[in-house]
C-alpha cells in the first residue's frame, strides 16, 4: 500500500496529533495514515517509535516509514518488574467507607470535566463518588477542549443525561466568574484560594451563592476575611491510592535521563515557582553530576509550537544568569499526559518538587507521595496563633515567636518534644478568643485543631477551633514525671567555668582553694581583667606570660593561702531541703561574680536561718547577715563563685528567666513539695479562699504548675500588667487544695471557702471549662510549630495541634519570606493582578531549597522513610471518599432545610 500506514491506537485514549489538527480515537479498528503525516509531524512519529500507536502494516520502500519502525524496533522498552515486596507486615490505614446519602438529594454540577487539569480531575472523581453514594447527579460541563479516553468520558457523558426536578442542589465548581453563575434553590460555589487576598471580581460573584465550599483551611481562613455574609466549609480535594502507588511500570524517556531525577509537574506560571527551582537546581549542582530535573509542564495548557517556546525561552533566561557554570541536566515535557499514564510519570523520577508561590492544596504533591517520591514544597499556611502566645517548654514558657528548633515543647501527653521546625507569616483578619476559667485567653485561627474532653466519657479529640463552645472542656496534661533523685552538677558547669591549665604548673579552682591555688576573682584583682574577660581568656589560652609572672610572683610573695578548701559533691540529692533552698532561689535570690543574696524581709529572721542551715550542712558555706533597717531588708549572702555557677545552671540567672526547668519533671515528691515550700514563703500570699505565687517569670509559673500535678493539685495561671507595666503571672491553688498547702506551711486559717469546683481531674488530665468564644479583628504575626514525633503543644494552658498538611515529619518544607503584589500578566488571568503571594525571593529561599534537593539526592532512603508518613496521612484523610464523604454530610444538612 504505497504511502498509506495502517496504524491502531493503542494508549486508551483519544490522540490529537497538534501540528496536523487530527484526532485519532481509541478502538479496536485500524486507522491509515499518509507518508506525509509522519514528514510534517514529529509527535506523530514519536507516538509511533515509543509504542503509543502500533504499526500494522507499512511499505519497507518508503524511507519515513521504514525509519520511524526501525527506530520503534530498536527502542524496545523494557517491561518493569513490580519489585518483590517485604514480607515485613505494614501497618495500613482502615479503608475508608462511603457514606449512604438519603433524602432525594439532586444535584448539578457545572464545571470543567473534559481537561488534563486540577478542576477538570476534582469535578470528575467527585461527581462519580457522590453518584455512587446515591445522590443523583447531572453533569453540567463547562466547554473545553476534551483530553479524555474513551473509558474516562463514559461515566461523564452517563451523568450528563440525568434530568432533574426543580428542587435540585447546584454546585459550580470553578474560579468565581458572572458568566459561571447558575441559578436554583440553594446554588453553591465549590472553588479554592492560593493567593493572601481576594479579587474584586471574586469577591462579587460569591454574592450570588448561598455558600460557598473550599479546598483547604487555608483557602477558608483567607476568603473569611473578605466574604463576611456567607458560611464557607472546607471539601478538601483527594487522591487515588489504587491508581497512584509505587509498583507497576515507569515512563521510558528517549533520549535518556539520568539516574537521580526531580520531578516538577505544573502548569507553566509565575505562580508556580520555576525561577525559584531553577535557580536553586542551577546553584546546588553541576553537569557533572548523575542528576536530571524534569519539568513537565504545559503552558496555558497548549501543546503548540508557541506554547513550547514560551517554556523554552523562560527556561532560557534564567540559565542566561549562570553564564560561567557547566549546569546540571534539564528536561521538559510539554505533551499531554493522560491519568493513567501519571503514575508512571511520577514512577519514573525520585523526588517530586514545586517551590509555589501559595499552593495550599494541590492534586500533584500527595500524588507524587503515593507513588513513592518524597516531596519538596513551600510551606504556605498552617500558622495558627500570635507569635506572643505562651508555649510551655521544658525550661518554662516561652512566646512562640522566640521558640528554636534547640526548644523542647511539652506535647498534650506532657511528654517534652523537640521542635524541628518553626512557621511564621503576617496575618490581617478575623480570629477567635476562647475565653476558659484556670488560663489566659487563647487566640487562635478557625481550623486550628484543640483538644478537648468529654467528661462523662473521658473521651478526647482534636476538634477546630471554630466547633468550640462555652461549656466544652478543653484539656492540659497531667503527667510530669521523670524518676530520677540525683543530679550531677558537672551537667550545669559551663566549659568557661571548668578547670584550667596555666604554664607554671598551679591550677585555677572556683572556690576549690588548695596551696597555689586562686579564686577567679583573686586572679582577675592581680593582672587588672574583668572576671567575665577572665572566662574568655582561659577558654581561649590568651593569657600572656606577663600576666603569668604577675600570678607567680604574687603566690611567692604570699606563700600559701591558708583559706580551708571548699569540697562539694558532684552529686547532689534532689531531698525536701534542696528543693526549699531552690524555691527560695527562684523566688528571693541576686546574683554577683562570687555572690549570691537571698532578699529577705527584716522579720523573716526564721528562713533566714533556715536557707544558712541548710547551705551549711549541704555545701559546707558560712552566709553572712545584712540587716538595713531603714529599708527593712534583711541580706542572707553566700560568698562563693561555685554556688552561684550551680544555682544559675540548675536555675537561671536573670528575675524574668529563673526556672526550675527540668527539675520539675523528676519524680521526687519531698524535692517538689521542698521547691514548692520555698516559693510559698518567698513568693506566695494566703488570701480568703486560695493561695497565690506571683511571679514576674513565666517560666516559674509554668514550672510551678508542674510541681503542683506531682500532688494531684489543679491550678490556674493568668497573667496581669503592674503599675509599673511589668507583666506578673499569679498561679492560684484554691479550694481543698489550699487547706493541703495550709498543712505544708504549718498555718491556720479562717471559714472554708470553696471555688473552682468547675475544673475537672482526669486521670491523665486537667479539664478547664470554656467561658466563651469570640471572634476578632487581628493584624500581626502567626506562628506555628513542627514537632517531633508528636505535633501537639501546649499553648496558653490549653493542648493545640500542629493544623499542616505538609509537615516537617512528612516532607521538606521551604519557608515563604514575605507577601508581595503580582504585577499585571504575571498569573496570566487578569483578575489576579495586584494580589498578594509569597515572593520567593531572598536569598534563604534559595538556600533552603538548595539545602533540602542536596539532602534527598544523598539521602534517598531516609528521604523515602519520612515521605511513608505522608502516604498514611493521604491515605487516611486525603482520598477521594474522604471528600465525597465531606460533600455528603454538608449536603444532607442543606437537603434538610429545603
Not at 495558627?384 to 514558657?397: M, Y
Request: proline share 4%; net charge positive.
Amino acid at each position: 500500500m504505497n504511502g498509506v500506514m495502517k496504524i491502531l491506537n493503542t494508549s486508551k485514549n483519544t490522540i490529537y496529533i497538534e501540528e496536523l489538527d487530527l484526532y485519532l480515537p481509541f478502538t479496536n479498528e485500524p486507522q491509515f495514515l499518509e507518508t506525509d503525516s509522519l514528514k510534517r509531524s514529529r509527535s506523530l512519529r514519536n507516538a509511533i517509535i515509543q509504542g503509543i500507536l502500533e504499526v500494522i502494516e507499512y511499505n519497507p520502500n518508503e524511507r519515513i516509514e521504514a525509519s520511524v519502525v526501525y527506530l520503534h524496533k530498536t527502542h524496545n522498552p523494557q517491561k518493569q518488574e513490580e519489585p518483590a515486596k517485604s514480607e515485613e507486615i505494614q501497618e495500613e490505614p482502615e479503608e475508608t467507607i462511603l457514606n449512604s446519602a438519603t433524602n432525594n438529594i439532586e444535584v448539578k454540577f457545572h464545571g470543567i470535566f473534559f481537561d488534563g487539569g486540577g478542576y477538570a480531575k476534582v469535578n470528575r472523581n467527585l461527581v462519580q463518588k457522590l453518584s455512587q453514594a446515591g445522590i443523583k447527579i447531572k453533569v453540567d460541563p463547562k466547554h473545553c477542549q476534551n483530553e479524555l479516553t474513551e473509558k474516562e468520558l463514559a461515566p461523564i457523558k452517563k451523568l450528563m443525561q440525568t434530568s432533574l426536578s426543580k428542587n435540585h442542589i447546584s454546585i459550580d465548581s470553578v474560579i468565581p466568574s458572572f458568566g459561571e453563575y447558575s441559578s436554583s434553590k440553594y446554588p453553591i460555589l465549590y472553588t479554592t484560594v492560593e493567593s493572601y487576598t481576594i479579587p474584586k471580581q471574586f469577591i462579587e460573584c460569591c454574592q450570588f451563592y448561598r455558600e460557598i465550599h473550599v479546598t483547604s483551611p487555608f483557602a477558608k481562613s483567607i476568603l473569611e476575611q473578605y466574604v463576611k455574609d456567607k458560611p464557607i466549609y472546607v471539601i478538601p480535594a483527594g487522591s487515588d491510592p489504587e491508581l497512584y502507588c509505587e509498583y507497576g511500570p515507569k515512563f521510558d524517556f528517549k533520549p535518556n535521563i539520568k539516574n537521580f531525577v526531580f520531578l516538577s509537574v505544573f502548569g507553566w506560571s509565575y505562580r508556580k515557582g520555576y525561577d525559584v527551582l531553577l535557580k536553586a537546581y542551577f546553584e546546588e549542582f553541576s553537569a557533572s553530576e548523575d542528576v536530571s530535573l524534569l519539568i513537565a509542564s504545559r503552558y496555558q495548557n497548549g501543546t503548540s509550537r508557541f506554547h513550547k517556546e514560551k517554556i523554552k525561552d523562560d527556561i532560557n533566561k534564567i540559565v542566561k544568569e549562570f553564564p560561567n557554570k557547566d549546569l546540571p541536566h534539564v528536561v521538559r515535557y510539554s505533551q499531554m499526559i493522560s491519568e493513567y499514564q501519571m503514575p508512571q510519570l511520577y514512577r519514573s523520577a525520585h523526588c517530586f518538587v514545586l517551590p509555589s508561590r501559595g499552593e495550599s492544596s494541590c492534586l500533584t504533591s500527595p500524588e507524587a507521595s503515593l507513588c513513592g517520591l518524597p516531596v519538596i514544597m513551600t510551606n504556605v499556611s498552617g500558622q495558627c496563633v500570635p507569635s506572643g502566645t505562651r508555649i510551655d517548654t521544658v525550661n518554662g514558657a516561652q512566646k512562640i515567636g522566640d521558640i528554636t528548633t534547640e526548644d523542647y515543647v511539652i506535647s498534650h501527653t506532657g511528654e517534652a518534644r523537640k521542635v524541628t521546625h518553626k512557621f511564621t507569616r503576617q496575618y490581617s483578619g478575623n480570629i477567635l478568643r476562647i475565653k476558659s476559667y484556670g488560663n489566659d485567653d487563647l487566640l487562635i485561627t478557625h481550623e486550628h485543631p484543640v483538644l478537648v474532653e468529654d467528661p462523662t466519657s473521658n473521651i478526647q479529640n482534636f476538634i477546630p477551633a471554630k466547633e468550640i463552645k462555652k461549656g466544652d472542656y478543653l484539656v492540659y496534661p497531667r503527667n510530669f514525671r521523670y524518676h530520677r533523685s540525683m543530679i550531677s552538677l558537672s551537667d550545669f558547669i559551663k566549659e568557661t567555668q571548668q578547670i584550667e591549665k596555666i604554664d607554671g604548673g598551679w591550677k585555677l579552682r572556683h572556690e576549690n582553694r588548695r596551696k597555689g591555688a586562686l579564686s577567679v576573682s583573686e586572679v582577675s584583682k592581680i593582672i587588672g581583667v574583668a572576671p567575665w574577660k577572665l572566662y574568655h581568656y582561659l577558654k581561649h589560652n590568651k593569657i600572656d606570660d606577663t600576666n603569668i609572672q604577675k600570678i607567680n610572683h604574687y603566690i611567692a610573695s604570699h606563700g600559701e593561702i591558708n583559706k580551708p578548701p571548699v569540697r562539694i559533691s558532684d552529686r547532689i540529692e534532689l531531698d525536701y531541703e534542696f528543693g526549699i533552698l531552690g524555691g527560695f532561689y527562684l523566688s528571693e535570690s541576686s546574683t554577683r561574680v562570687d555572690t549570691t543574696t537571698f532578699h529577705l524581709n527584716l522579720n523573716e529572721d526564721a528562713y533566714a536561718r533556715q536557707i544558712s542551715d541548710i547551705i551549711k550542712r549541704k555545701f559546707d558555706l558560712d552566709c553572712v547577715f545584712i540587716k538595713n533597717s531603714t529599708r527593712h531588708t534583711l541580706d542572707v549572702k553566700v560568698y562563693s563563685t561555685l554556688f552561684r555557677i550551680i544555682f544559675e545552671g540548675l536555675f537561671g540567672k536573670i528575675c524574668d528567666n529563673k526556672s526550675p526547668g527540668i527539675l520539675t519533671f523528676y519524680n521526687c515528691r519531698e524535692f517538689q513539695k521542698g521547691l514548692l515550700v520555698g516559693q510559698l514563703q518567698g513568693d506566695g500570699c494566703r488570701r480568703s479562699s486560695y493561695w497565690d505565687i506571683s511571679t514576674t517569670s513565666p517560666h516559674i509559673a509554668v514550672g510551678v504548675r508542674r510541681s503542683f500535678m506531682h500532688f494531684d493539685i489543679p491550678t490556674t495561671i493568668k497573667s496581669r500588667v503592674r503599675k509599673n507595666r511589668r507583666k506578673s503571672y499569679e498561679v492560684r491553688v484554691s479550694s481543698k487544695y489550699a487547706e493541703m498547702l495550709d498543712q505544708w506551711m504549718n498555718t491556720a486559717h479562717g471559714p472554708k471557702k470553696y471555688h473552682f469546683h468547675f475544673i475537672l481531674m482526669g486521670s491523665d488530665n486537667i479539664c478547664f471549662p470554656v467561658r466563651s468564644v469570640t471572634e476578632e479583628k487581628y493584624t500581626g504575626e502567626l506562628s506555628n510549630l513542627e514537632i517531633e514525633g508528636d505535633n501537639s503543644y501546649i499553648a496558653n494552658g490549653v493542648s493545640v495541634h500542629n493544623c499542616m498538611y505538609l509537615r516537617e515529619d512528612n516532607a521538606f518544607l521551604v519557608d515563604m519570606d514575605y507577601l508581595e503584589e503580582i504585577k499585571q500578566g504575571q498569573m496570566h488571568l487578569h483578575y489576579w493582578n495586584n494580589q498578594k503571594f509569597p515572593a520567593l525571593k531572598e536569598r534563604k529561599v534559595i538556600e533552603q531549597l538548595r539545602q533540602h534537593m542536596r539532602y534527598v539526592f544523598n539521602n534517598i532512603e531516609k528521604a523515602k522513610e519520612k515521605n511513608k508518613n505522608l502516604q498514611k496521612l493521604i491515605k487516611q484523610n486525603f482520598t477521594w471518599t474522604h471528600t465525597a464523604n465531606a460533600a455528603i454530610e454538608r449536603l444532607k444538612e442543606i437537603k434538610g432545610t429545603l
